[in-house]
Every structure is written in C-alpha cells, then in structure tokens.
C-alpha cells in the first residue's frame, strides 16, 4: 500500500508516495538519490546504513520509511556546510581512518553521535561506542585514532 | 598544493569523495531503464533438478521475464578455472544450473522485474522440484569410497594432487632425534567485504557494446574471461570497476552473476542489476581458507630443524573458481620453508570438491596457511625439546641476504634479514619482563602467554614465466600509461585495480616527486577496461611492486623525452640540463630555467621539438618482474586467558614488517592493521560452519563473529627496511602482510599461556567454550597422570 510521507532531509522537506515496506536505507538510497548511506547487510549487524533520525544514530535499515514520517533525517550528504567537512569527516582523513570506504558514511555518522553523548571518551569507551559498525578493512585502530583526534579538536582530551 | 615524496604520509586523495557520500559503488549506479535481477537459489547442497515452473512468478504485475537455467545454458557457457594443475579434474561449472546442483546458493532461475521488491517476491514464487541427494562436506571424507560424488568426471571427488619435494624427508625423519606430529585444522573463512558484491550490465545493441559494472579487483582479466565463455568480442566489451567496497580476494574472479546479468542485459535489450544481499553473499561469494593439515616436524635436540613433511586435504568447495587451484599449492605448498633453513620439505595436497561454496583466495591466500603450520609446528618442536621458540627460531633463520636465496621448495626469496626483524620486535616488546609478570599473574589465577610469528610472504605477483609454468592461465604482468597534457598536468591509467589501497594516492605521490608537479595535477584512473590498458588488477599485494614499477618505467620514458625537449627549448646539450622539484636548468646559467608545464606544452604544441621527435608527451609502459617478491617479518602477541570461561583476550599486539621501501607510512601502517584484524579474527572468532547434510549454519552476520572494535586491541607497528632489487622502488608489497602472521601469533600465545597445564596445539578459532574444553581436559589429564604416578609410586 502506497503511503504519503514528508521527511526532511538534510535541511530540505519532501513529500513522497513509498510502500509501506520500504526501509528508511531504501528510501534515502532509491527515493532521494542520497547514495552515500550504505547497505552492508540484511539483519542490522553492520551499521553502514547509519544515519540520524531526529537527532540519534539509528541503522535505517532497521527501520521503515514510514516510520521517518514527520521526522528530520541527516545523512552523510549533509553534514559539511558551506564545503567545510564536519570535524569528523576531517579527523577520519587527518587519521586514515578509512580504507574502501564502505562503512565509513555510517563509521562517522555513529562516532558523531557518540561524542554528542560523551564528549570526552576513553578508547574503550570509543571501542564500545562504535562496536555496531563493522568495518573490515582497518582494524579499527586508525577510526579510534579518528573518534579520539575529533573529540579532542571539539573539547574533549586526547 | 602537496609537493609529495615518496616516503610521506600524505593525506588520502580518495578520502574527500569517500567520507562525504560521494563514493560510487555499483549499487549506487541507476541506468535510464534499468530493470532488477533477483536470483532463485538452490536451498539444497546437493539435487538434481526435476522441474523448474515460473509461472506464478512470471504472472506477477511488474515482472518482465524470467529464465531458467536451461533457457540460457547456451549462451551463458561454463565458468573456467584460470589455474591449472597437472592432470586436474575441471568439470564444467554453469552459471546458472539446469540438471543438478551442487550447494546451496546455486542459481536455479533468474528473475527480472521493474523494481528490487518486486523481483524478489517473484523469486519467491519460482517453483523448483528437486530430488535431493546425500551431500558431503568435509573434504577428508569426500574422498573415501563411497562418499556422495559430486562431478562425472571425478570419482572420488579429488580434483588434483599436488606435490613438492626438496630434500630427503624420509631419511631425514629416520636420523631425526625428535619428530612431532600434529593435525592442524586451518577453518574455513567467510571474506566479508562490507560492500557484497553486485553487477549493472547496459548492452547498446546499435553497436554490439555490452558495459558491465562490477564489484571486481579484476577487469581486464574478467572481461577476457566473461568474453572466452560467451564469445561476445572482447574489444566490445567494457568492463567498470567503480569505488568497491573491499574484496580481499573474494572479487577477483568471474562470478556466475556477471554471465548473467551480461547475457540478459544482451537478450532483454535493458539495462539490468543484481545486488547480492548479505545471506546470498555468504554463500554465493568465494570463501577461504578450509585445510585439514597432518604435518611433521623433525630435528636435532639442538634446536636445529632438518625437515618439514605436510599432507594436506584442501577444500575446494562444488566448483573450482577462478585461481583456486594456485592458492593451496604454489601459494601454500612452495612458501613451507617460512624464514628457516630446512633442508628437506615434502608437501603433498589433495583438492577435494564438496558441496560448500568455493574456497578461492581470501586475503593472504595459502601463505597464512603456510604461515600457520609453519610457525606452530616450529613452536611444537621447540616445546618438544624444552626450549625457547627463540632460540629455536634463531638458530633456523636463513642469515641475512641481499641477492637471493633458494630455499628446498625450489622458491627463490629477494632479499631478508629476519634477525633484523626480530630484534626490532623485541627491542619494543621486553620478553623478560613478560616473563616475570606472566609468572606472577599465574599465580594469581590469570593466564597470560605470548606468541611468536617470524613470516615470510611471497607478493608481486607475478613473472609471467613463472607464474605460467606453475599453471596460471595468464601472465600477471602490469601496465601504465602517463598521459602529460599540455597545461601539465597528468593522467595516470593503470592496469591494477584498487579497492581499499589508495592508489590514487599513493600512486598520485610517486608521480608528483618523480616529475615535481603537485599531487594535484595528477589524477590516477584505473578499473575500466575502455579507459585503461589491459593491465591484471589488484591482488597478491602486488600493485606497487608490479603496477608501481611499471609507472616508474613510464615515467622514466616522460622524463627522458621531456629532457630532449627542454634541451632544445634551453639552447642547450641535453647533458647540461638538469631536472629537480620540476624545473629544467643550466648548471651555469642560473636565469635560463623551464618549468615542467611549459615543456608539456612545448611537446604539444611541437613548434620546436628536437628532429623525428614525435609530438606529445604520453608513454606507456608494460612491466613483467623477474622474481616475485617476499616481505617478511616477526609479530609478537600476548594474550590474556580467564581460566573460569576459555574467554581469551588480546592484550597486546607488536608487529614489525619488513615490506622494503615504503612510499606512503600511512596507508601501509594502515593496510597492517586491517590484515592484522583479519588474522585474529580468524584466531579467536571466524568460521564458517556447514552442518553434514549442506546446510551453512553461519549463513548471516548475526551468525558468523565479524571482529568489532570491541574484539580488537589497538596495534604497535614498526619496520625494518630490506628492498627488493626486483623493482626500482624497492618495495615489496603490504596488503596480506598482517593476516599471514597474526593467527599463529595469537595460537602460540594461547598455547604459551597453558603449557605448563601439558597442552600442546589448539586449533582455531578460540570460542570461550572451546579454549574451557582445552583447559579442562589437560587439568583431567594432568590430575590421572598424577594419580598413575601416585599409584606406580606406592
Ligand atoms: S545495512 Fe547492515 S545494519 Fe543496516
Ligand atoms: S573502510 Fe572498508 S569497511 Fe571500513
């Protein structure tokens, strides 16, 4: 059953007619063009679809577009503004903390989060904080780096 | 503006696209068009098919068609194996099936619909009558009589024997003071690139062109080969590998799904996709690993090895793909001399086909199972004699070497110094002091232990000759192309392929110090076959010693034209022109200076160029080495083990590379962690796990123990430098280095944590339970040996 919902995204608000099932992932991907979330899996293990939902992290393959209706999402695709990357899409170049760079849309979207809730992490925290995104291609050590150079540059120690 | 050297840490070209969202996957491509494939996949390991009805399916509002694999068993031909062993059993492989298959994820039907969803509930109502058949799944058992048979062509499922000899093992057993014999089991591994693999395929019928996207490490090789099996002209056929998601060996093949896709876009007349889901990824895309090793070691109480002897049961899974054959023979067998003088080396290996998915390369590919056995059977020999791993170790290195060493499985390493290695470890870790913490942790009820990996890895693959006489079906050599335009800047086409490795940076580095023009005048483009020059892609952690050494020829050749054109621009010898930080200058005329730029556009613009000079300043450049290369290193791991759960922890990883020189620190410090995290999780979580009648019982993320960050210590890393002379840069290759140490690094330690318990070997992975069982079981033993001695002693 086609479904009318309204979501903002990335500042800008859009009606769209989607099936009841399609997931939030398949509506940012398919509907909005907005190819920088990613699909890494089918049963929520892999966080490469992260994004926000009314400003908390969530696997949007976890939920329905439905769901998002009224609701304001942010993407990879927004969060440099004006050209300037966000500081942690900056810290994960400055560290490497990417490789092919699959996971890192959603790698940077939860680690985002995670300093909005503790700005000031350890790196078992860090480690902690991003254990539902799976990456395979740095062993994590260099998105640790990552997390741990952004906190710092936003307030937070080393 | 980056005036790059080689040797620095640039900051990643790649990154700017990749963590803003503006990467393009395969995925993200959409075609005016475009209609979707969903895939029916066989539920069983092993049926003949009876019936296949697509009725239902095909009645579905929004489906345009749907195949059979008969429909298309004529054009979509049978998926070759690349490799090829003496007297090898290659049965035919369909990419789709239409009389029997052969595991689980077999492609039985392909349905095409306007919209994903809708192809996959068609998929669903796609209705196949199979006649199940008894199936097998270790590669051991497929062997003996009477075994479910999988192929006509082989009886007894062995699709090839393979053997290497160097020395005497026999004889060398016979005189041996001590020989130790362990079965090792190297599990099988499921590859887990985060991106699954998947495929657009657009065929333009006005003109005969078939372009296929996808998700390869391969396409020039994958175009030669989809063009080999389906007769479409390969000089029509273009093949894109765009921004991939990771592949460590499971994208380098010719996968069914690429036939496919290509031979419906060609009878629909319609762009098609097919994205593989996760679960269809867990059983459609090559898995690794999956030895079951018997192996012996022999030696001197001294300490000194005098042979090494391994039978090894290789799974091969239902089909051979690709390379499969060259991984557990020429990669395994050839590399089971590790870092040590054995004079006598006997390697047999029976690839055996089982209804599982196919075992191809998975990063590392054969070497960390060499590595494996080789370290852990050395690690048992020095426990056998009662001393040190070190020492054993030491007094078994080959000393060090600049020009080459032959070794007894007739292999020739480059260049080493693998006491360089060590003591470079050691000089960071401080064993003595583990020592004594680890004894007064013991008597606290903790376990700590530490492990030792001294490898050696072969890269840069490959010299064609070589390679081709060991039995791959096509030289591996590399190729580039430098493109100057006339405003200077540069274009780089290269023949490798890259998914994770930063080519366009480190590649991009190398041309900025060769030629002195910024990092951002020089674009590097790789993975299409209709922009590039055939080149063999990325695999092997062979694109900077192959790919990389064919850019510097190509170079080299801009560089000397460049200079003539210069020459003449100065009024000068060309002997008297010097070239740096990409200026052309007169030793003694100071004024008299050409920036690089401005001879760029002198070679275009051809005004003034030296006699018979060809205009334009563009070289291309083939690169076949003479020998391979073989990084090596020592990587030294602690481990700390609750004895109340099994539960094992890393608590810390040292590793020490020695890959030669390093253009980029960054991104190589960085590809060691990645292969290092892979290694443990083998070590400690990683397996796939079929039960007996086909069924993978790992068939999904939720089932199968991805490494998270959680799991994972961070790294120390460093490096000795020994180059190699098979190339000018004198670099030898990264990628795997990592992974082919770590498991053993982390067995050892776990075996260095409980020996004074009597345990001897533990197979991975490491579950909780499984390291209980292995602790409990010693304690029972060692309380009846107690209780027997107490008795004989009455
Ligand atoms: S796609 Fe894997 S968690 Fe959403
Ligand atoms: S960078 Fe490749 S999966 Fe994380």
């Known amino acids: 059953m086609p479904t009318t919902i309204t979501v903002t995204v990335n500042g800008t608000t859009r009606t769209n007619e989607v099936d009841e099932r399609l997931l939030l992932v398949q509506y940012l991907r398919e509907v909005q063009n907005l190819t920088g979330t990613h699909i890494g899996c089918d049963t929520s293990n892999c966080g490469a679809c992260t994004v926000h939902l009314n400003g908390k992290a969530v696997k949007s393959c976890t939920v329905f577009a439905v769901q998002a209706d009224g609701g304001t999402v942010k993407t990879v695709e927004g969060l440099a503004s004006n050209g300037v990357m966000h500081p942690m899409q900056a810290a994960f170049k400055e560290k490497h903390g990417l490789q092919c760079g699959f996971c890192t849309p959603g790698m940077i979207m939860t680690s985002i989060e995670l300093l909005e809730r503790n700005p000031n992490p350890s790196e078992a925290e860090i480690r902690r904080g991003i254990r539902g995104n799976l990456c395979r291609c740095t062993g994590y050590h260099n998105i640790v780096e990552a997390v741990k150079f952004a906190a710092a540059g936003t307030g937070g120690k080393k | 503006m980056v005036m790059a050297k080689l040797g620095d840490s640039v900051r990643r070209v790649e990154d700017d696209r990749l963590i803003t969202g503006r990467g393009r996957y395969v995925d993200d491509i959409k075609l005016n068009g475009m209609l979707y494939v969903s895939l029916v996949r066989s539920p069983h390991a092993h049926a003949l098919i009876k019936n296949v009805d697509v009725s239902a399916a095909a009645a579905l509002p929004g489906v345009e068609t749907v195949f059979t694999g008969a429909d298309l068993q004529e054009q979509l031909g049978s998926l070759p194996a690349g490799w090829t062993i003496k007297d090898m059993v290659a049965p035919p492989h369909p990419p789709m099936a239409f009389e029997k298959v052969r595991v689980v994820g077999d492609a039985v039907a392909a349905v095409v619909a306007i919209d994903p969803a809708i192809a996959a509930d068609a998929a669903q109502l796609v209705d196949v009558t199979y006649e199940v058949l008894p199936a097998i799944v270790d ?48 599990q099988r591994l499921i590859p887990n690139s985060m991106e699954t693999r998947g495929v657009v395929a657009d065929y333009d019928p006005g003109n005969d062109h078939l372009t296929i996207y996808t998700s390869t490490q391969i396409p020039h090789l994958m175009r030669l080969l989809f063009s080999l ?27 069914a799904e690429e036939v496919i896709c290509g ?147 007739g292999v020739k390493y480059d260049s080493g110094n693998y006491q360089g290695a060590l003591n470079r470890a050691l000089e960071i870790f401080d064993v003595k002091a ?46 580039s192309t430098v493109r100057v335009h006339p405003t200077g800047k540069v274009t780089v086409l290269t023949g490798t392929s890259p998914h994770g490795q930063g080519h366009e940076t480190s590649f991009a580095q190398i041309v900025s110090a060769e030629l002195g023009v910024p990092m951002e005048d020089v674009d590097v483009l790789h993975g299409d076959t209709d922009r590039q020059q055939f080149g063999t892609g990325t695999f092997g952690s062979r694109s900077l010693a192959v790919g990389g050494q064919a850019l510097m020829m190509s170079l080299k050749k801009v560089k000397d034209k460049a200079l003539k054109i210069a020459a003449r621009e100065l009024d000068a010898d060309p002997k008297m022109v010097r070239f740096e930080d990409g200026v052309y200058s007169l030793e003694d005329i100071a004024e008299k200076q ?178 209980w069982r292995t602790i409990n079981d010693a304690k029972v033993a060692q309380r009846a040996n107690r209780s027997v001695s107490a008795v004989k002693g009455s």
Not at chain 2, 143 to 157: C, I, M, R, V, Y
Not at chain 2, 159 to 182: C, L
Not at chain 2, 455 to 476: K, T
Request: proline share 6%.
């Open chain 2, 139 to 186: 590669a051991e058992k497929a062997t003996k009589p009477g075994a479910p048979q999988l192929h006509e062509e082989s009886s007894d499922n062995v699709a090839f024997n393979w053997e290497v000899h160097g020395g005497d093992y026999a004889t060398a057993a016979k005189s041996a003071e001590v020989v130790v014999k362990q079965r090792i089991i190297n």
């Open chain 2, 229 to 255: 099996i389906t007769g479409h002209p390969e000089h029509k056929l273009r093949v894109v590998a765009p921004d991939v998601g990771g592949a460590f060996g499971c994208k380098l093949y010719l996968y």
């Open chain 2, 263 to 409: 031979i419906i876009a060609k009878n629909l007349g319609r762009p098609v996709k097919w994205t593989e889901g996760r679960q269809e990824n867990y059983v459609a895309t090559t898995h690794g690993r999956d030895h079951i090793a018997d192996v012996e070691i022999c030696g001197n109480k001294d300490g000194t090895i005098t042979g090494l002897n391994a039978h090894i049961y290789a799974n091969l899974g239902a089909y051979l793909s690709t390379f499969a054959p060259g991984i557990p023979t020429v990669l395994f067998g050839l590399m089971l001399s590790g870092q040590y003088k054995i004079p006598s080396i006997s390697c047999k290996v029976t690839g055996v086909f089982t209804n599982t998915t196919p075992v191809d390369a998975y990063r590392g590919a054969g070497r960390p199972e060499a590595t494996h056995l080789v370290e852990r059977m050395v690690d048992m020999f020095a426990q056998e004699i009662g001393r040190d791993p070190l020492v054993v170790r030491r007094k078994n290195f080959l000393a060090p070497f600049k020009n080459g060493k032959e070794v007894a499985t």
């Open chain 2, 434 to 479: 583990f020592r004594e913490e680890q004894r007064a942790a013991r008597k606290e009820g903790k376990l700590l232990g530490v492990g030792f990996s001294t490898y050696i890895e072969i890269c840069g693959m490959a010299p064609s000759a070589v390679a081709g006489a060991l039995g791959a079906g096509a030289g591996l050599w590399e190729s």
């Open chain 2, 594 to 771: 050409l920036p690089f730029a401005s001879v760029a556009l002198a070679a275009h613009s051809a005004l003034n160029l030296p006699p018979r000079m060809e205009p334009g300043l563009e070289e291309t450049s083939f690169f076949d080495p003479e020998n391979f290369t073989w990084p090596f290193g020592a990587h030294i791991c602690v481990v700390e083990i609750d004895e109340a759960t099994g539960e094992t922890k890393i608590a810390k990883y040292v590793a020490v590379d020695d890959i030669g020189n390093v253009i980029n620190p960054m991104i190589v410090d960085g590809m060691v962690h990645g292969g290092i995290a892979q290694g443990i999780g083998q070590a400690l979580q990683e397996g796939a796990v079929y039960s007996s009648d086909g069924q993978l019982l790992t068939g999904s993320m939720l089932d199968y123990a991805v490494p998270t960050a959680e799991d994972l210590p961070s790294f120390i890393t460093d490096r000795t430098v020994t180059p190699t002379n098979v190339n000018d840069l004198g670099a030898k290759g990264a990628g795997e280095a990592g992974t082919i140490a770590a498991s053993p690094a982390v067995i050892n330690a776990v075996v260095d944590a409980l020996k004074h318990l009597g345990v001897k070997h533990i197979d991975m992975p490491l579950r909780s339970e499984h390291v």
